[in-house]
């Protein structure tokens, strides 16, 4: 039997290769487009030397010494003659303790990569109920590894729990190099970011690092949970900020942080609160398309290893993940390809459903009216 090849025109092989470069473009576009065109401009602002003077010279000593005027639990002597390279920060619910333990289990449990120190707690405001209070308490006396400020853990104060535990990571844990800020329902692949944080390629100061979320305009429904007046914030847009499901800041920026926390107005989402307080320091967030934001990454063993997190993975789902993406076999290029884009096909899927089902249930809601 003869085998024919099929001998294509130079304008076909024109077109298959159009076709794939626009599949790509289409699939890799934005997150390209993002990292490398859509940086903000510098702020300019006199005042950022100022703050970073002040920032140098900062004095912790008032804090230490009316610790229980800002905290139930501090763990103030965990960081004490410790260099740490990353600090965790994670973002918890009280009443969250089967999560936690989870994540004790899974990638909370790393402490050290490549001989890099990692650190990670828990950070929690108080609980409604005083049951929990006392599980709280036992938990923390089990793992010291919680700290908890003196404020209601609620939507509304998740402002507050910003600034107690930044304020907390610069009293406590100066030697931190980064502050990882990241919430309880993510997936993190520490490892691979602290590698990413190994080759920045900018000195290791001046670190804002997240997803980037652009040009969002402030909720001006009084009936919405988010509504910011126009007396508190006037702008018509929000400075860029990085996605509060997880960012990381240098020590230094923490310190400048605190620095300007009482001149921020906070009646604003507390990621874009950060973001404020980022512009007045004169800061540039910058963005990596690695972090998932409010986004579930679909799994994939390659792709989960090469991104950093991946939001509201399942409990059940957490302790396969991390096994895999940590059973010592390296992805080659093409499979790490291929996993990118797999997880991320299946994401775009998973969030048109989403939109779907929502827009199914509104007009469902609106007809039912």
């Not at 989402?269 to 004169?282: E, H, L, T, Y």
Request: charged residues 20%; proline residues 4%.
């Amino acid at each position: 039997m003869q085998v024919t090849f099929c001998r294509l025109r130079t304008h076909q092989w024109c077109f298959i290769l159009f076709n794939v470069i626009l599949f790509h473009a289409l699939l890799f576009g934005a997150d390209f487009v993002e990292e490398y065109f859509l940086h903000s401009l510098p702020y300019i602002d006199m005042k950022a030397l100022e703050i970073k003077n002040k920032a140098r010279k900062l004095n912790t000593e008032p804090l230490r010494s009316n610790l229980s005027k800002y905290y139930v639990l501090s763990q103030s002597e965990v960081c004490k003659g410790k260099n740490i390279f990353l600090l965790s920060l994670i973002f918890s619910s009280p009443g969250n303790g089967t999560r936690r333990d989870l994540i004790r289990k899974t990638w909370g449990n790393v402490t050290s990569f490549q001989g890099h120190p990692i650190l990670t707690l828990f950070a929690l405001g108080m609980p409604v109920s005083v049951t929990t209070q006392k599980e709280i308490n036992k938990e923390s006396h089990t793992n010291n590894d919680i700290i908890e400020g003196i404020f209601l853990d609620s939507y509304e104060n998740q402002t507050l729990k910003i600034i107690a535990m930044i304020q907390w990571a610069v009293t406590f844990c100066p030697n931190a190099l980064f502050i990882l800020k990241v919430d309880e329902e993510m997936f993190v692949n520490l490892p691979s970011l602290v590698d990413y944080l190994l080759n920045l390629k900018e000195h290791l100061e001046d670190i804002y690092v997240g997803r980037v979320i652009h040009q969002v305009t402030p909720n001006r429904d009084p009936q919405n949970r988010d509504f910011v007046p126009l007396s508190e914030y006037p702008e018509k847009y929000y400075p860029d900020y990085c996605s509060g499901e997880a960012f990381i800041m240098s020590q230094d920026v923490a310190r400048m942080m605190y620095v300007v926390f009482k001149e921020v107005p906070m009646m604003v989402p507390a990621d874009v609160f950060v973001g404020i307080c980022a512009k007045s320091i004169g800061l540039i967030p910058i963005h990596s398309s690695r972090f998932s934001g409010k986004r579930h990454i679909r799994y994939n063993r390659c792709c989960y290893k090469f991104i950093f997190t991946s939001s509201e993975i399942a409990n059940d789902e957490m302790p396969l993940a991390w096994k895999e993406i940590n059973d010592g076999k390296e992805c080659t290029l093409f499979e790490t390809y291929y996993g990118l884009i797999s997880c991320k096909l299946l994401t775009y899927l998973d969030s048109f459903k989403r939109f779907h089902l929502g827009t199914i249930k509104n007009n469902a809601m609106y007809f039912g009216d």
